[in-house]
Nanobody, 123 residues
Framework: QVQLVESGGGLVQAGGSLRLSCAAS????????LGWFRQAPGKEREFVAG???????YYADSVKGRFTISRDNAENTVYLQMNSLKSDDTAVYYC?????????????????WGQGTQVTVSS
């Protein structure tokens, strides 16, 4: 069982930056692939970024070059650095964990989810 708790969301102006954190419980954190998803009002939850057990990163095209995912296995934490934020990035952001060696992109491949943190980008 893994529990995930996100933090770091808030209100930021377009062009600004935010850093999201997701703290995980459990001693097997390093064995999970981790991901960030987001859900805007009236839209489906979508994949944003992922990082494998071996720290290979991958991103949705919409955030590539602006967002960076990283993990600290010693601290059981995964981060999402978001730069050059746009109003389209406004959403609730969720972190998720998948018990797999691969790099999953779909919701159904993830086993555990956090409660989400709101990110609002004002234009």
């Amino acid at each position: 069982q893994v529990q995930l708790v996100e933090s770091g969301g808030g209100l930021v102006q377009a062009g600004g930056s935010l850093r999201l954190s997701c703290a995980a419980s459990g001693r097997t954190f390093r064995s999970y692939a981790l991901g960030w998803f987001r859900q805007a009002p009236g839209k489906e939850r979508e994949f944003v970024a992922g990082i494998t057990r071996g720290a290979i990163t991958y991103y949705a095209d919409s955030v590539k070059g602006r967002f960076t995912i990283s993990r600290d296995n010693a601290e059981n934490t995964v981060y999402l650095q978001m730069n050059s934020l746009k109003s389209d990035d406004t959403a609730v952001y969720y972190c998720a964990a998948a018990a797999t060696a691969w790099g999953p992109r779909s919701r159904g491949e993830y086993d555990y989810w956090g409660q989400g943190t709101q990110v609002t980008v004002s234009s």
